[in-house]
C-alpha cells in the first residue's frame, strides 16, 4: 500500500517549562516544539515533532533550521510521491544530508500517517510493541540541592516516579558529587538515581568523581565527557564497575558500531532525534543487542508527539535502563487532546493507529510563533 502526501506544514510552538530545567549547557524556561503536519491522499493526517535543547547550545540543528529543512528540501523531495513504507521514505530522505534531527520529525509524521492508513499502531510498523507500560524516570534539574531533593520526595510520594536522572556539569566537580551523593543519601537506597554530566568534565574530573559517585551508589554516570573523546569513554567504561551510559557519543547505528569495535562496555541512550526518527534509532538499538550492550530510551525533552513516537519504538525493545520519556510533563502545556498517562514509575503507551494521539489545533494556533 502506497502513501502519497498532497501538503508538508510547519510550525514553531514555544511553550514555557514549569520550573527552570538547569543542564551544563543551558537553563530552559522554553520549550521549542517543531510540529510538522503531513497532509496525504484518502485525507490521512500524521504528526511529527523535532525538540532540542537550548537552541543551537546542546545539538547542530535549531528548531528554526529543522522547519526550514523540511520546508525548503524535504517537503519537495517528498510531495506527490507514491511512498511505500519507511525504506522507501528513507532513500528519498537520505537525498539529504545530516539534519537528523528534522528528519526525526518527518519520519514521524510518516509513520503517523502509514500507520493510519493500515490501520496499525505506529508500534507494530516497527516490530511489535512488548509491552504498554514503560519505565519513565524524572530528571531533576531546579539547580538546589534542596528543591530536587523536596522535588524527589513528592514524586515518590504520589507514586508518579520511583527513578531520577540528576543533571550535573555546570558548577565544579566537587561541588557536583557533593550534590549528587546528599541527593541519592536523601531519597534512600532502593531509589535509582543516575548523573547527567552532558560532557562537563575532563578526563582528569571524571577519574575523581566516579568513584565517588559509584561508592554513593549512583547507578549511572551519562556522558562524562565531550562526545569525540570516544578512547576516553572506552577506557572510563573499563576502568569502573558502574556502567557509563553514552549519550551525545551515540547518535547513529555507525556511531553504535564504531564505539562497539573500541571495546566500548557501557550502555547506549537512544533518542530518535538524534538518529533521524523511530525506525532510524532502532536500527542503533539492534546493533547494541547484537553486541550486547544494554539500552536506555532517552528524550530530547520533546512534548507529546514526539515523546509517544520513541515509545512506540522503545516498546519492542528490552531496555535494561528503563526510560526517560518525561518531556511533556516538563511543560506547562501541550497541543494534544488527551494528556499521557504517567503512574507508579512508567508511562502508558497510546493505542489506536499510527501514534495514537490527536492534536488540538487550536491550542497549537495558539501557542504557535506568528509565521
Ligand atoms: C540529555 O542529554 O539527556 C534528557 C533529559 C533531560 O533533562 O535532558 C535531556 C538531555
Ligand atoms: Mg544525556
Request: hydrophobic residues 45%; aromatic residues 6%.
Amino acid at each position: 500500500m502506497s502513501l502519497i502526501i498532497e501538503e508538508v506544514r510547519c510550525w514553531l510552538v514555544d511553550i514555557p517549562t514549569i520550573r527552570p530545567h538547569k543542564l551544563s549547557m543551558t537553563t530552559m524556561g522554553t520549550q521549542t516544539l517543531m510540529l510538522v503536519r503531513l497532509r496525504c491522499q484518502q485525507g490521512i493526517i500524521g504528526w511529527g515533532e523535532g525538540t532540542t535543547i537550548g537552541g543551537l547550545g546542546y545539538g547542530v540543528e535549531s528548531p528554526e533550521s529543522m522547519k526550514i529543512t523540511i520546508e525548503r528540501y524535504l517537503a519537495p523531495l517528498l510531495v506527490g510521491k507514491p511512498l511505500s513504507g519507511l525504506s522507501a521514505l528513507n532513500d528519498v530522505m537520505a537525498m539529504v544530508r545530516g539534519n537528523t534531527f528534522a528528519k526525526s520529525a518527518m519520519e514521524t509524521a510518516f509513520l503517523d500517517a502509514y500507520g493510519k492508513l493500515v490501520n496499525q499502531p505506529i508500534s507494530s510498523l516497527l516490530g511489535g510493541a512488548k509491552y504498554r507500560a514503560l519505565p519513565a524516570l524524572w530528571t531533576l534539574a531546579s539547580g538546589s540541592t534542596q528543591q530536587d531533593i523536596e522535588e524527589g520526595q513528592r514524586l515518590l510520594a504520589c507514586g508518579r516516579h520511583r527513578a531520577f536522572k540528576l543533571k550535573i556539569g555546570a558548577k565544579s566537580v566537587e561541588e557536583d558529587v557533593r550534590h549528587a551523593v546528599q541527593i541519592k543519601q536523601t531519597l534512600g537506597e532502593t531509589v535509582h538515581v543516575h548523573v547527567d554530566v552532558n560532557q562537563g568534565w575532563t578526563l582528569a574530573q571524571a577519574l575523581w568523581a566516579i568513584p565517588r559517585l559509584q561508592e554513593a551508589g549512583i547507578t549511572l554516570i551519562e556522558q562524562p565527557i565531550a562526545l569525540t573523546e570516544t578512547a576516553q569513554l572506552v577506557d572510563l567504561a573499563k576502568r569502573f564497575t558502574i556502567t557509563l551510559l553514552a549519550d551525545e557519543a551515540v547518535t547513529d547505528a555507525k556511531q553504535g558500531i564504531d564505539l562497539i569495535r573500541q571495546g566500548f562496555t557501557g550502555a547506549f541512550a537512544l533518542k530518535i532525534a538524534k538518529a533521524g526518527g523511530p525506525f532510524q534509532a532502532l536500527k542503533l538499538a539492534h546493533v547494541a543487542e547484537a553486541a550486547g550492550i544494554s539500552l536506555y530510551g532517552g528524550t530530547m525533552l520533546e512534548g507529546t508527539i514526539g515523546t509517544v513516537a520513541a515509545l512506540h519504538a522503545w516498546s519492542t525493545l528490552s531496555l535494561e535502563w528503563g526510560t526517560e520519556m518525561f518531556g511533556p510533563l516538563l511543560l506547562k502545556d501541550d497541543v494534544v487532546t488527551q494528556p499521557l498517562v504517567y503512574q507508579s514509575g512508567c508511562v502508558i503507551l497510546p493505542e489506536g493507529p499510527g501514534l495514537g494521539i490527536d492534536v488540538d489545533e487550536d491550542k497549537l494556533l495558539h501557542y504557535a510563533r506568528p509565521e
